[in-house]
């Protein structure tokens, strides 16, 4: 038997192979990491043949549990809907009145509405409901039709001046141009600018408080703060749907823009129309 060889300079024996005068210390791996490399073996070997684990062609072993993490997820989702279907199924119930005072329903319509916002408003309304020229703020107090559950309700279900809705909001403000004289016109835009800002012209905006009331007021209201019943806007809150200005506004009353919202009752059922009713009045902006 061979004579064990001992490195002078560490003291420790040498596994007898050399390398250009260099020698391999014989330091073995520790005895406990050396049994846990084994257990994890084994772990593995065990997981292999328990779960889902070696690649075949089109798919992978089923495992001996028959475990699967898709199976998993659908069943997650499946119970998932149906705690949603009880929700859905009293959204639709119920008037929007009891959905917003019960604060569950109420909680859920919101991430419902939410999303359903996203997907179908956002478009024109924006991500955040601010609008846009021509295209109203949500989060604002300035409601054409009214902003009170019901009222917003209608607007959603029916749209506004929608072909295809007979229930639809449908009045339009008609064009002035040849029925008022182009300075009449001049005089009532220098007046609606000057109720929340400085006209270009005092005197032009004195005259046209009589032309406001003999053209304008019948659906603006002699306060000019509107009507809901007629859509018309409320001229003296310094918001604007279309533009800012006197020629903005000289445009309008010569030649007016009418917006058009789709009616989205048949398109979405009376759950996602709810829901919708109730985020966007609790935007903020709903009366």
């Not at 329903?105 to 609008?131: E, M, Q, T, Y």
């Not at 406001?212 to 806007?233: I, Q, R, S, T």
């Not at 010569?254 to 919708?276: C, F, I, Q």
Request: charged share 20%; aromatic share 8%; glycine share 10%.
């Amino acid at each position: 038997m061979s004579q064990k060889h001992i490195d002078e300079l560490s003291g420790v024996e040498t596994t007898g192979h050399e390398w250009d005068g260099i020698q391999e210390l014989n330091n073995p791996m520790p005895r406990w990491w050396i049994w846990t490399f084994y257990v994890t073996i084994l772990w593995a070997i065990g997981y292999a043949i328990a779960y889902p684990a070696i690649p075949m062609i089109t798919s992978a072993t089923n495992g001996y549990l028959g475990y699967s993490t898709r199976a998993e997820l659908q069943q997650d989702l499946n119970l998932a809907k149906s705690s949603q279907t009880e929700f859905h199924d009293l959204i639709a119930a119920k008037t929007v009145e009891e959905i917003d005072a019960d604060p569950a329903l109420r909680k859920f319509a919101i991430a419902g509405g939410a999303s359903a916002f996203k997907v179908n408003c956002a478009p024109c309304h924006g991500s955040g409901a601010s609008g846009g020229p021509g295209f109203p703020n949500l989060n604002d107090d300035d409601w054409l039709w009214g902003g009170d559950l019901n009222a917003i309700q209608a607007t959603i279900s029916h749209g506004i001046r929608f072909d295809g809705d007979t229930d639809s909001h449908s009045s339009e403000m008609p064009p002035f141009a040849g029925v008022l004289e182009p300075i009449q016109m001049k005089q009532v835009a220098a007046f609606v600018w000057g109720l929340t800002n400085t006209p270009s012209d005092v005197g032009l905006a004195a005259a046209g408080k009589q032309v406001f009331l003999d053209n304008c007021a019948p659906c603006h209201g002699e306060d000019a703060k509107g009507k809901v019943e007629m859509g018309a806007p409320d001229l003296a809150d310094a918001i604007w749907l279309k533009s800012r200005g006197e020629d903005a506004i000289l445009r309008q009353v010569a030649s007016p823009k009418h917006g058009v919202m789709p009616a989205w009752a048949a398109r979405l059922g009376d759950t996602t129309v709810n829901e919708l009713t109730i985020f966007v009045h609790a935007l903020g902006g709903g009366m």
